[in-house]
């Protein structure tokens, strides 16, 4: 487990562009069954693609688009242990990834971002792949 001050810049880049933290099983079962519409849920780390590619790329396509996702949420892996685990079982058959962004319409997973797509792109490349999954599904 990360320490939070460690963490805290890095929740910071999510929350201060609109995301909510999700930090227990309980809050991701809510969002997932509650809200109606897309969430996108940002599985955030401490790892380099995380903070080179991943948050900046989410960021710059929620700026970029026309369509967005309805509800913005994130949990932190290695930090929010329960919260990640649920998440996880929500984006099976995908294995564990961090970081990742996981893309829901009404509770069903539709599209999925492992770390393996994200390490080795750019920030703009993740970003303009958002844009027209945004496009597709929201």
């Known amino acids: 487990m990360y320490p939070e001050q460690l963490v805290a810049p890095m929740r910071t880049e999510l929350t201060h562009v609109g995301f909510e933290e999700l930090k227990t099983a309980e809050a991701v079962n809510s969002l997932m069954k509650d809200h109606k519409g897309t969430s996108l849920i940002v599985i955030n780390s401490v790892c380099g693609c995380a903070a080179g590619t991943a948050r900046p ?47 829901f319409k009404d509770g069903e997973l539709v599209h999925f971002v492992e770390r393996h797509h994200i390490e080795g792109r750019s920030a703009e490349m993740i970003a303009n792949h958002l844009v027209e999954v945004f496009k597709e599904f929201c």
Do not use: I, Q
Request: aromatic letters at 6%.
């Open 57 to 103: 790329g989410v960021t710059t396509a929620l700026n970029l688009s026309a369509k967005k996702p309805d509800h913005l949420a994130t949990v932190f892996a290695g930090v929010d242990m329960e919260a990640t685990a649920k998440v996880r079982e929500y984006t099976m058959p995908f294995p564990p990834s961090s970081p990742a962004v996981a893309l």
